[in-house]
């Protein structure tokens, strides 16, 4: 027994190390990746349930490494807001959408809204408000036609701050989206003073539909009620499904963001899409 006691610490030990190397690796190449041009952004339709018209774009940052090949976020992220990177990188990602919608536009591909997704260490940044306001101006994008996507937890994390940075933001004109919605437990009094414009419900709700053993769909239902109430927009995320689909067409969700639409792609090829449109 404790031999296989060493053992394992020995193999949690190692793990741990590998694990350590992998972090310092990504963040030294995380580093440089900026100056070499390796971020690139893939966009996922927003999609009116109604009229099957795509509505919006999500902007979805990648990391195209010259050995690695496509990095995910989940595996740079979070390393990019331990060690500060985020806050250069999440620059990027913000002049670049607005550049990308904004030429989409000049050819007569008009979107209602780009998003982009912001991180705790951006939105908590004091000149966050002024940065957003500044690349704006630069890029010429109407703020109306631009979405924050926050995450409920973010915002939950210090309500107070959060209520005057999101008022910040609002004066910009700027929309603000609270992502992964249901799963931050912020109260429906928060909701009013965050002056919030659309919530999006997070996808393991959406994955509980038609499911007998979840709670099929009731909390989709309570949260697209919710917002009718409180007038703000409803976006279901993580549509993989037909039967998905349809029940959040019964209970009159406004926007829908899934696999089953499509999955991120290129900006070519999501021109190419906004011309042909969704097929069905
Ligand atoms: P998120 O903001 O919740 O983005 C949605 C994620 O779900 C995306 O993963 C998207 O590709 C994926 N997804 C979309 N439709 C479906 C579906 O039908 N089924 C399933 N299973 N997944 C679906 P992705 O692109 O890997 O991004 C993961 C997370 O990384 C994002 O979650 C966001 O938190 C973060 N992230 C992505 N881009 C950025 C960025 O530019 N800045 C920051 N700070 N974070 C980002
Ligand atoms: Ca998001
Ligand atoms: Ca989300």
Known sequence: AKEKGRNNYQFFK?????????RLAIEGYLRDALERNEFILHYQPKVNLETGMITGAEALLRWLHPEWGLVMPERFVQIA????????????VLREACMQAKRWEETGLRLDSIAVNISAVEFRLKDFANSVYTILNETGLNPQRL????????????VESSITILHQLKTIGVKLVIDDFGTG?????????????????????VQEIGHDNGNNGVIVSAVIAMGASLKQHV???????????????????EEGQGYFFSRPIVAEQFAQLLVTGLSD
């Not at 190692?14 to 992998?22: H, K, P, V």
């Not at 500060?84 to 620059?91: E, F, T, V």
């Not at 979405?147 to 210090?158: C, G, K, V």
């Open 14 to 22: 190692d793990e741990m190390n590998t694990r350590t190397a992998e």
């Open 147 to 158: 979405q924050l996507e926050i995450t409920e937890s973010i915002l939950m994390r210090d």
């Open 235 to 253: 976006t279901a995320e993580g549509v993989e499904k037909w039967e998905q689909l349809a029940f959040l067409k019964v209970q009159h969700c």
């Open 81 to 92: 807001e331990d060690s500060g990177l985020i806050i250069p990188i999440g620059r990027w």
């Open 185 to 205: 437990c912020s109260s429906v009094n928060y909701l009013h003073q965050f002056s919030i414009d659309t919530l999006k419900i997070a996808p393991a709700f």
